[in-house]
């Protein structure tokens, strides 16, 4: 089962921030947060991940609340390219190789 | 550089017939992986493994084999192709060094698209 809950869809306008969140309650101490993203009929791409302290990069942010059980991916400014499924990934319990993948957040962009 | 590079991107086959799926990676990563991924799921792991000669079962391996006999190629075998496998196919690899696979990102190929009619 996957230990991440996200909302299924969410939409945003061309050009304005988008903020994906992502809820795991039952993260371990150890478990990083990692984030990918799926194109229309393409391979899965890795956006960002971190463990507990805000992680920056060149595609996105990723925002990781104190506690450590939700995180919020952003998006500072979304183009039409960036719609895509967004997958907010723990590793498995007692693995260190298995990552485990919900269904995502499929994010709509509004020209 | 290329990347993972799975081939063939497409294939249709009959039921109880078998097949290779190619993956190769040109990054000099240890770890390779396959998933497979059903309409509006996420992926779901079937295989693993850590270096040249050494594989594992993920968590859907019934109906598959792997081999890894170069740091570059995993192929997946499906030895009699059932209903129940047609599915988009993903292979992946990354480097890990310390800490465990599961803290490092993972690259994709761009799938293989199996029907089983």
């Known amino acids: 089962d996957a230990k991440t809950t996200q909302p299924n869809s969410m939409e945003s306008n061309e050009e304005e921030p988008v903020h994906l969140p992502c809820n795991h309650s039952t993260i371990s101490g150890t478990d990083y947060i990692h984030w990918y993203r799926q194109l229309p009929s393409q391979g899965p791409e890795y956006v960002i991940h971190g463990l507990t302290s805000n992680v920056n990069n060149r595609m996105a942010s990723l925002a990781i609340a104190e506690d450590r059980k939700s995180s919020t991916l952003i998006l500072h400014r979304a183009t039409l390219r960036d719609a895509a499924v967004y997958y907010c990934?723990?590793?498995?319990?007692?693995?260190?190789?298995?990552?485990?993948w919900g269904a995502g957040t499929k994010l709509i962009i509004k020209p | 550089n290329a990347g993972v590079t799975q081939t063939p991107k497409f294939r249709i086959l009959k039921i109880g017939q078998s097949m290779t799926l190619q993956c190769t990676q040109d990054m000099n990563h240890n770890y390779m992986y396959w998933y497979r991924q059903d309409p509006g799921m996420g992926l779901k792991l079937i295989y693993y493994s850590v270096g040249a000669g050494i594989t594992d079962k993920g968590e859907v391996p019934n109906g598959y084999n792997v081999s890894r006999s170069t740091t570059e190629d995993f192929p997946l075998r499906l030895e009699l192709a059932a209903p129940s496998q047609t599915s988009v196919y993903f292979c992946?690899?990354?480097?890990?060094?310390?800490?465990?696979?599961?803290?490092?990102?993972?690259?994709f190929g761009d799938g293989t698209r199996l029907s089983i009619l």
């Open positions: 992946a690899s990354s480097y890990t060094l310390h800490g465990g696979a599961g803290n490092q990102p993972q690259h």
């Open positions: 990934i723990l590793p498995a319990p007692d693995s260190n190789y298995q990552l485990i």
